[in-house]
Each structure stands twice: as C-alpha cells, then as structure tokens.
C-alpha cells in the first residue's frame, strides 16, 4: 500500500461529519487524524497535527472556513483545504481560490463527489463540483483578459509576482515583508520595478490595481 494521506475534517453539524467520516474511512489510503465542530478547533487541530488535507465547511462557529484558510496561509502551513458549502455563490469562490484552496464541493454532492475530490488534491490538482464549474471557466477567462490587457505581466519575476499577490491581499509593505522575511526596503524595491514595468504611475495606483484584478492577478502569477 501507498503512503497513507492524514485528513482533519470540521463541520458543525455532527451528522453531516458522522457521514464525512464513513465516506473517508472507506478508503484506506486515508487515515482520519481529527475533527472539529467550529473554526477555531479545526485551525488548532490544523496547526498541531499538520495534516495532508484539511476538509472545511464554509459556516463555521467561532471561525469560518474563509478565516480558517487565511490563517493556515499566514502561518504557510503545509496542509491543502477543500472546503464544503451549501451556497453558489462565485464572489465567495474566487476568495477561497485566491486563498490557494484546491477543492471545493457543493454539499448536496459531496457524498458522491469526496474521494474523488480528496485524490485529486493530493495529487496536486484543482477539484471543483461540476454545478459550479462555470465559476473556474470565467476565473480563468479574466486571467486571460488581464494577460491580453497588460502584457507586461510576463516581466515580473517570481518575487514581483508573489509581492503583487500581497499587496491584492491589501497587506502594507511592512507586513509584506514580515510575511517574506525580507526587509521593509527590499518590498518597496520590488514596488517600484513592478509599478515601472507595469507602467503604472501614481500614489496608491499599484494596490488599486492589484485590488481590482485579484482573481485574474491569483491566477496568471501562480504560474511562475
């Protein structure tokens, strides 16, 4: 047998996780490490246990799933989030992806959907219930128009690109740097070469920029 996958699993409602549990048991290339009944359990249990995937339902107590996921990406914890939720709803979509989430299930499929979701994440790719598969089709669509519009994407290096994610993220220069334990200095660089590359001029231009194309910016940077 193949490397076991460790899961924590948090929804709050315990007959929903009872069937989540029995899904994922059947299945002996995973091993059910822990579960939660709200947000802040299931980031502590995250951070302790270090799972290889971590299964989130968006409307937690104490903490939601979306809060869940930007502390996980914070701390740069290595577990990958597939997150469940009952609403269709494509704003709510592009922040959990710009947030790195890999999975996302609608929960009136996930007994069929689960293990087919949780394989193909662990396998390192994106796994998105086909009712509302539309929402990647047009994500990817911006991500394209803006690389149409502004074609001097492609002369940001990695580092440019990871610094204008953050600053899509609206963190200051300051936090950026804590966030990429670099100095202060060194971001405000990087500003400067991304704003002349991108020919944008101005105070405050560049974060509305990256404020106005996040999506698109979460796409077409991921790939360097």
């Not at 993220?169 to 300051?174: A, D, F, G, P, V």
């Not at 670099?182 to 944008?200: A, F, G, P, W």
Request: net charge neutral.
């Amino acid at each position: 047998m193949g490397p076991v996958t460790r899961i924590v699993i948090a929804d709050d409602h315990p007959i929903f996780r009872e069937g989540l549990v029995r899904t994922i048991e059947r299945e002996k290339s995973f091993l059910l490490v822990g579960q939660a009944g709200d947000g802040g359990e299931a980031l502590r249990l995250v951070a302790e246990l270090r799972p290889d995937l971590a299964v989130l339902d968006v409307s937690m107590p104490v903490m939601d799933g979306l809060e869940v996921a930007r502390n996980v990406h914070a701390r740069a914890l290595p577990t990958e989030l597939v997150f469940l939720t009952m609403y269709k709803d494509a704003t709510y979509f592009n922040k959990v992806l710009d947030l790195g989430v890999r999975g996302y299930l609608i929960k009136d499929s996930v007994s069929s959907e689960l293990l087919s979701c949780l394989k193909a994440v662990v396998e390192g790719q994106y796994y998105i219930s086909p009712a509302i598969s539309h929402f990647l089709v047009d994500r990817n669509r911006k991500a394209e128009s803006l690389a149409t519009a502004t074609p001097s994407l492609d002369r940001l290096t990695p580092a440019e690109c990871a610094i204008l994610r953050l600053v899509a993220e609206n963190l200051t220069s300051k936090e950026i740097a804590q966030r990429l334990f670099v100095s202060e200095r060194t971001v405000e660089n990087h500003r400067l070469h991304i704003c002349q590359k991108l020919q944008i001029h101005g105070h405050n231009k560049l974060l509305q920029f990256a404020l106005e194309n996040k999506s698109a910016l979460s796409v077409s940077t991921q790939r360097k």
